[in-house]
């Protein structure tokens, strides 16, 4: 059993910054892929990083390529999201999520395969 509580949302302006953290209890966080999604209201919940379970492998929505950062610190047992030069459609909740297994695009890509989510943050970018 894995629980996950992000925190780190907020506002910010458009251009601005903001990072997201996950923090994991359970001692085996590291066997976990993890990833952050986000969703608007009325819109389903899209992948927006993952992270392998070493933090070697990662991937990011095209959408966020070059802004985004996902790291992770297993000693701790957190996963983070680094959102740089935030624009206003980046507003959303965003999630962080756990699947057990390694960094393979076809479970990552797929939202069935992820067990365990957090409860969300908001993250709201005005223009």
């Known amino acids: 059993q894995v629980q996950l509580v992000e925190s780190g949302g907020g506002w910010v302006q458009a251009g601005g910054s903001v990072r997201l953290s996950c923090a994991a209890s359970?001692?085996?966080?590291?066997?976990?892929?993890m990833a952050w999604f986000r969703q608007a209201p009325g819109k389903e919940r899209d992948l927006v990083a993952a992270?392998?379970?070493?933090?070697?492998?990662?991937y990011y929505a095209d959408s966020v390529k070059g802004r985004f950062t996902a790291s992770r610190d297993n000693a701790k047992n957190t996963v983070s999201l680094q959102m740089n030069t935030l624009k206003p459609e980046d507003t959303d909740v965003y999630y962080c999520?756990?699947?057990?297994?390694?960094?393979?695009?076809?479970?990552?890509?797929?939202?069935?395969?992820?067990?365990?989510w957090g409860q969300g943050t908001q993250v709201t970018v005005s223009s």
């Open positions: 999520a756990a699947a057990a297994s390694d960094f393979r695009l076809g479970v990552i890509l797929n939202r069935a395969q992820y067990e365990y």
């Open positions: 359970g001692r085996t966080f590291s066997t976990y892929s």
């Open positions: 992270i392998g379970r070493s933090g070697a492998s990662t």
